[in-house]
C-alpha cells in the first residue's frame, strides 16, 4: 500500500508567486523523506530531502518543511518559474522499499 | 555523473510478444525498482530487488516477471504483453537504507 500521498493531484500558480505542495505520510517512524521533480518525458530527479530531527531544509528557491505532529510534509517553491512546471513526489525511503504517491502536476501560467 | 540507463526511450510490441526491458546502473547499488507511470495513478512499483538473483513482489506484479543476474542490471520481462501493458516505465536504483534513488529516463512501451 501506499505510505506517503499527497493532497492535491493539481496546483496552477502564477509566475513569480510561491508554490506550496503538501504531503502526508502515514509512519509515525518514518525518519527520512525525498521530494522529486518529473519534467515532461524524464523521470523523477531529486531535488531536496529532509531527516527526521529537522523541521525545515532549505535549498536553491525550495524549502521543505516536517511536521512530525501531524505526519506532514510540504515543498515550497519562492518565485516560481515556468521551468518549474512539472510533476512533484513526496517519497518515504522506507527499508528497501521506495513507495511513492500520485504527484503534484504544477503549472505555472505566465 | 552517476547513472541509471534504461535501454530504449520507446518501444512498440505487438499483443502476445515477449517482452524485455533493461536497466543499467553504473552505481554499485544493492537496490533496484521498476515501476510503470500512468496519467493520474503517479508511480506504481511493479518488482524490486535488493540484491543479485533476489526479488520481491511491488504493488502491481501480476503480468510482470524480473531477473537480475547482475548488480548493476535489472531487467523487467513482460511474458506476453497485452495492451493494457501501454505505459511509461522507469527503473530506478538506490544504495543503503535510507538514501536517495536515482532514475532512468524511462521507457514509453506501446503494446498494439
Known amino acids: 500500500g501506499e505510505s506517503v500521498g499527497l493532497h492535491l493531484p493539481t496546483l496552477s500558480v502564477q509566475e513569480g508567486d510561491n508554490s506550496i505542495i503538501n504531503c502526508a505520510y502515514s509512519?509515525?517512524?518514518?525518519?527520512?523523506f525525498i521530494w522529486y521533480k518529473q519534467e515532461s518525458g524524464k523521470g523523477p530527479q531529486f531535488i531536496i530531502d529532509?531527516?527526521?530531527?529537522?523541521d525545515k531544509r532549505q535549498g536553491q528557491r525550495v524549502t521543505v518543511l516536517l511536521n512530525k505532529t501531524v505526519k506532514h510534509l510540504s515543498l515550497q517553491i519562492a518565485a516560481t518559474q515556468p521551468g518549474d512546471s512539472a510533476v512533484y513526489f513526496c517519497?518515504?525511503?522506507?527499508?528497501?522499499?521506495?513507495?511513492f504517491g500520485a504527484g503534484t502536476t504544477v503549472t505555472v501560467r505566465a | 555523473d552517476v547513472k541509471v540507463t534504461q535501454s530504449s526511450r520507446y518501444l512498440v510490441k505487438r499483443t502476445g510478444e515477449k517482452v524485455f526491458l533493461e536497466c543499467v546502473q553504473d552505481?554499485?547499488?544493492?537496490?533496484m525498482f521498476w515501476y510503470r507511470q500512468d496519467p493520474g495513478l503517479g508511480l506504481r512499483l511493479i518488482y524490486f530487488?535488493?540484491?543479485?538473483?533476489?526479488?520481491e513482489k511491488g504493488d502491481i506484479p501480476e503480468g510482470y516477471s524480473v531477473s537480475r543476474e547482475k548488480k548493476e542490471r535489472f531487467s523487467l520481462i513482460l511474458e506476453s504483453a497485452s495492451t493494457n501493458q501501454t505505459s511509461m516505465y522507469l527503473c530506478?536504483?538506490?544504495?543503503?537504507?535510507?538514501?536517495?534513488?536515482?532514475f532512468g529516463q524511462g521507457t514509453r512501451l506501446t503494446v498494439v
Open positions: 530506478a536504483s538506490k544504495g543503503s537504507m535510507n538514501t536517495e534513488a536515482f
Open positions: 509512519n509515525s517512524a518514518s525518519d527520512y
Open positions: 529532509i531527516r527526521s530531527n529537522m
Open positions: 517519497a518515504e525511503p522506507n527499508d528497501y522499499k521506495l513507495s
Open positions: 552505481m554499485d547499488h544493492e537496490n
Open positions: 530487488s535488493y540484491d543479485v538473483k533476489m526479488k
